[in-house]
């Protein structure tokens, strides 16, 4: 039953170790230019350390983003099986959303996404 | 997957949902107007709500099912259990109106968070596999984190809130790996078909460590010693009111959940996990109760006795879980204290001001002359969780004692008792202080007419159980037989 | 009217805390002879039951059978005086000295009426509250360390008791906590387990007994007491742990308690000659009337651990007995106190003079004290100990030592040097209110030696129960009730008549 999944990681293991074999035996050898050590060889040079605190908002916004997210990935499901219970689960997505509703109501008078 | 009823059955499930419907209605209208009294009054209202159909759910429990395809036991240990919750958190609030900690002009967060907590802890209780016990915990985990670290800029508040935050998500941790090492050794969670598929069979290495971290993750929340650390700090720092709040209701649905393991996820043929469990309560026994003996503060004192009532309530849970002692026996014991431990929170709140430095014996000396009435009711709080009788704490000891006799547990008991000496003499001292020292000062305790209500109903808890123990017995034996699984 | 006994020093606490102004004393007094005159009928009340926790087997019974009615009403008699003593308290005081009095009564009636043993325990450990209340508030300077051993040697053994009891129903299967289930049950246990449950209740009894080497809470008790007497008698009505082993422990358990005799017999001898002895080389009154009452409760205790219904009964009649005589002779003390500031001998001599009431009243309670026959104390000291001759003449032989000879010593030795020699300051005569004190006492004294046979009949039943077992185990009492009338005279009172005729 896992043997195709074994393979599966062999053949993965097999092509990574392959591809760096095989620039390292085939590609030009020489002394890297500074640009090509940059995070991005292309395009604006970085500045400072990314390791700096962020306003809190960025992780709020975040977290809202993931909540609402999870709605539309529950409600796929739902929809799917609607027709075995549609009573059941119709008031089940009511209350579903009326609770992410009292969050969001919440969170916007408590001015979470007021940007100040 | 289970095919639902439909339509919506809330029967068993109507307290938490009650609950859950004043703490969002909190929630709003704290945005509208930032007024703690209203807070107060919608969890108030919500509590005596849920509490009506706590009531009928433990009055009749079979005719209740539960929706939404959850495992929600209705029986007389978690109906009982849902009551204390409710009271518990009922005194909570009481004691919290005119407190500071809900006074916070720009928070009105901490009404939500009692209820939800609570909400969590009735879930908990309810609970009839590890998914519903584990949802319920973090809900109940979540709100108290935050509760406890209420006083910022506070040292010691914030100290609480970090310590009890980590140390806590490591134990949620714990458990859940304990949880996935248990289904991957049964295929299944819910607590009936792990318990069957465990006495099928000798249990392997894998079912036995899912079972050991489990009891570690519970005991963690129920501090047990080794685990037991967070509680006396975490009781010093957060706010007086919260503690008294987390103390019984933590206590109360951490117990819940480990009973309902205990007694259905681990069947009487696999002795080990008993055996872990009785010596994590032996330790409990020793260490809760000679680390209350070195403390000078009346909230550490009450911290290391939450403890040590821990390794009582432990000897209760194995008791029953071996199918050998009712399970009323821990129901009983947990009213009897929250009444009893909520109460000794409720006058040093009073007393203390929320005076972070203000946790030393000598605040209590000569209260017995400027304040007799406070007086009267901690000393009735204290000797009751000694055990003195004819007071809630002593039958609840007594039970206990009993139920692990009964399970031929006789060298525990014993040692029990012993211990219970050694509580005699931490708590006698704040009583002497209290009653045969002279006052240092004038004492002035804190105005709050609500929180002498919350003193005074757990007083009357505390000696009208220890009067007549069998109404609250009978009424959770008599629902106890109803035991049964609701899909 | 066996809950009146419950019921009227309950009302009479609850007069003495709530009541206004003097209401509050005449309450608790009215409460307290109220209390004795229904206590006076008691012996043929029937008993009373109520469930209290049914699911374990818990009940609400009480029952003054045999033993029972004769201490209580004993002590309902001592508690008049000790009430109208503490009723003379400054104002401030008065109120909690009567509420801690009457609630201690309470409870203490409750020890020796309950025949369900976890009410009994309720009962014995609720008695020792009060009584760390009046230490602890109105007692001397080293009050804190006397409270504190006090309470640790009365909770260890208590607690150590509990475990027994809580044991004795999971392990002789008995069907209630009732004393009348437990007696086949616990009886029918294994030698061996019925020794370890033995050793538990020994250790709670043993301590309130109190029997050598665990005294010494006795001593600092007496001695950081408040010096009017009132708290010292009311724990000397809590010495119950005699009662302990008659009405429970030896009864239900009869191997273990043949088991423990070897140990408990010697330590009762010991503790008889001990505090004997000690009280001769006290130099002070309330040292040596704490000794002085150690050295009787060794007597008690040698009764007791004689196994025989003799000694039994004799034990339990000096056990009331003393509660007046050791009862009487603290009050006086107090008295004494009043009138001199302090307790040593230094500072009496020759008050005879001055106080010939006051003098003939000690000499008569000490007389009762030391054993005198035709007072108090005679009967029981006379049959405890010829109980403990039959069980072990050597023993026997010790605590006669100690319990008689120098009780001769102590009792004459204390008289003189308070009353006689050179006469110092004049000191004021017994008052009106102080006759009104000692004169129950003295008349109880005067009852209980004059006609001890009524009395000892009733306890001569509960003696019956409490050895027929220890001779033989198969046989099963008959049931308490029933046992109360005796046609012919019990063997306690007839060897006691056949010895009073000698003497």
């Known amino acids: 039953m896992y043997t195709a999944l074994f393979m599966l990681f062999l053949a993965a293991g097999f092509i990574g170790v392959a591809a760096l074999a095989i620039t390292f035996v085939t590609g030009p ?7 090509t050590l940059e995070a991005y060889e292309a395009g604006i040079p970085a500045a400072g350390d990314a390791r700096e605190r962020f306003p809190i908002h960025f992780y709020l916004v975040a977290m809202l983003f993931i909540i609402f997210d999870l709605e539309t990935a529950f409600f796929y499901p739902l929809a799917i099986r609607f027709q075995e219970a549609p009573q059941y689960l119709f008031w089940n997505a009511l209350v579903f959303v009326a609770i992410l509703g009292v969050g969001y109501v919440y969170v916007l008078r408590r001015g979470v996404l007021d940007w100040r | 997957m289970i095919v639902p009823p439909d339509g919506l059955v809330l029967g068993g499930i109507a307290p938490a949902l009650t609950l859950l419907v004043a703490a969002a209605t909190a929630l709003i209208l704290g945005t509208v107007r930032a007024d703690a009294r209203q807070g107060g009054a919608v969890a108030l209202l919500g509590l005596a709500a849920a509490a009506v159909f706590a009531v009928r759910n433990l009055v009749d429990p079979g005719a209740h099912g539960a929706t939404f395809g959850v495992q929600w036991v209705v029986d ?3 109906a009982g259990l849902a009551v204390a919750i409710l009271v518990g958190t009922f005194l909570a609030v009481l004691l919290s109106w005119d407190a500071p900690v809900a006074r916070v002009g720009d928070r009105p967060e901490f009404h939500p968070l009692l209820l939800l907590a609570a909400t969590g802890g009735i879930a908990m209780v309810h609970a009839g596999d590890f998914v519903v016990l584990l949802l319920g915990l973090e809900i109940l985990s979540l709100s108290v984190y935050a509760l406890s670290a209420w006083r910022t800029g506070v040292r010691e508040g914030e100290e609480a809130g970090m310590k009890y935050f980590l140390l806590g998500a490591f134990a949620s941790a714990i458990l859940i790996y304990g949880v996935a090492l248990t289904y991957g050794a049964t295929g299944a969670f819910d607590f009936a078909s792990i318990g069957a598929a465990l006495a099928a069979g000798a249990p392997g290495p894998l079912a036995l460590l899912g079972g050991a971290f489990v009891l570690v993750g519970l005991g963690f929340k129920v501090s047990f010693a080794p685990f037991h650390q967070w509680a006396p700090d975490v009781y010093t720092g957060a706010p007086t009111p919260v503690t008294a709040f987390m103390s019984v209701v933590v206590k109360v649905a951490a117990f819940g959940a480990l009973l309902r393991v205990a007694s259905e996820a681990w069947p009487a043929t696999v002795p080990s996990l008993d055996l872990m469990l009785a010596i994590l309560v032996a330790l409990t026994l020793v260490v809760g109760n000679l680390g209350a003996l070195l403390q000078s503060g009346a909230k550490r004192m009450l911290g290391y006795s939450a403890v040590a009532h821990a390794g009582y309530l432990g000897l209760a849970v194995l008791a029953a879980g071996q199918g050998l002692a009712s399970p009323t026996t821990v129901v009983w014991y947990l009213l009897a204290y929250t009444f009893m431990n909520l109460g000794a929170f409720a006058v040093t709140h009073l007393v203390m001001h929320d005076d972070p430095q203000g946790d030393r014996i000598e605040a209590w000396q000569g209260l017995g002359a400027r304040k007799p009435g406070l007086a009267i009711a901690m000393t009735l709080f204290l000797f009751s969780l000694a055990g003195f009788p004819p007071l ?26 012993l211990a219970a000496v050694v509580a005699v003499v ?20 804190a105005p709050s007419d609500a929180a002498r209500w919350a003193v005074g109903l757990a007083a009357a808890g505390t000696v009208a159980m220890g009067l007549f ?7 959770v034996e008599g629902a106890g037989a109803a035991l049964a699984l609701v899909p | 009217m066996t809950l009146w006994m419950l019921v009227l020093p309950l009302l009479g606490a609850a007069a003495a805390a709530f009541a206004p102004g003097r209401l509050a004393v005449v309450g608790a007094v009215a409460s307290a002879v109220a209390t004795f005159a229904t206590s006076a009928f008691l012996a043929g009340s029937g008993a009373l039951s109520v469930a209290w926790l049914p699911a374990l087997g818990i009940d609400v019974t009480l029952d003054p059978f045999g033993v029972r009615s004769v201490l209580v009403t004993t002590a309902a008699l001592t508690m008049v005086p000790v009430v109208l003593t503490a009723a003379r308290r400054p104002v401030d005081e008065r109120r909690r000295y009567l509420t ?11 020890v020796f009426l309950a025949t369900d043993l976890v009410l009994m325990y309720v009962f014995w450990e609720a008695t020792l509250l009060p009584s760390l209340f009046l230490l602890g508030t109105f007692g001397g300077r080293g009050r804190r360390g006397a409270v504190t051993k006090y309470l640790v040697y009365a909770i260890t053994g208590s607690f150590l ?31 061996v387990v019925q020794t370890w449950l033995f050793a538990g209740f ?11 080497p665990l005294h010494a809470w006795l001593i600092d008790f007496h001695r950081e007491n408040p010096a009017s007497g009132v708290a010292d008698v009311a724990g000397t009505l809590y010495k119950v742990g005699g009662f302990g082993f008659f009405a429970w422990a030896i009864p239900l358990l009869p191997d273990g308690a043949a088991a423990f005799q070897p140990i408990l017999l010697p330590l009762a001898a010991a503790t008889a000659l001990w505090g004997g002895l000690a009280a001769t080389r006290q130099e002070d009154l309330k040292s040596m009337l704490a000794y002085m009452s150690l050295s009787h409760m060794g007597v008690v205790a040698l009764g007791v651990f004689s196994l025989t219904p003799l000694g039994g009964s004799g034990a339990m009649f000096l056990l009331a007995a003393q509660m007046l005589s050791t009862g009487a002779l603290f009050l006086i003390a107090g008295m004494l106190h009043e009138r001199t500031g302090g307790f040593d001998f230094a500072r009496y001599g020759g008050l005879a003079k001055g106080a010939p009431a006051l003098a003939a009243v000690t000499l008569f309670a000490l007389f009762a004290a030391i054993g005198v026959p035709g007072l108090s104390n005679f009967p029981g000291e006379f049959l405890a100990l010829a109980g403990g001759f039959a069980a072990s003449p050597w023993l026997g032989g010790v605590a006669a030592l100690g319990s008689v000879v120098a009780a001769g010593v102590y009792g004459v030795n204390t008289y003189q040097r308070l009353y006689q020699g050179p006469p110092g300051e004049r000191r004021a005569d017994l008052r009106a209110s102080e006759v009104l004190v000692v004169a129950p006492l003295i008349a109880g004294i005067l009852w209980l030696g004059l006609a001890p046979a009524p009395q000892l009949e009733r306890i001569d039943a509960s003696a019956q129960i409490a050895t027929t077992a220890a001779v033989d185990p198969t046989a099963v009492p008959p049931h308490a009730a029933d046992a109360a009338e005796g046609p012919e005279r019990s063997p306690a009172s007839t060897a006691l008549a056949a010895k009073g005729g000698e003497r």
Do not use: C
Request: aromatic share 14%; proline share 6%; glycine share 6%.
């Open chain 3, 202 to 212: 020994a250790a709670a009894f043993a301590v309130k007994l109190p029997l050598f």
């Open chain 3, 161 to 191: 008791m509990l475990a027994s009891i809580l044991a004795i129903v999971p392990l002789s299967g008995a069907a209630s906590y009732a004393f009348a289930d437990l007696l086949p049950a616990a009886r029918a246990l294994d030698p």
């Open chain 1, 29 to 35: 050898k020489k002394t890297p230019q500074t640009a």
């Open chain 2, 392 to 417: 809630a704490g002593f039958f609840g000891k007594a039970l206990a004692v009993r139920a692990a006799f009964d399970a031929g547990w006789s060298s525990l008991a014993v040692l029990a008792l």
């Open chain 2, 469 to 475: 123990p069998d109404v609250w017995y009978a009424l």
């Open chain 2, 426 to 445: 931490y708590y006698t001292r704040f009583v002497f202080a209290m009653w045969f020292a002279r006052a240092p000062r004038a004492i002035e305790v």
């Open chain 2, 76 to 78: 007389g240990a978690s």
């Open chain 3, 100 to 110: 801690a009095l009457l609630l201690m009564h309470t409870t203490l009636n409750g």
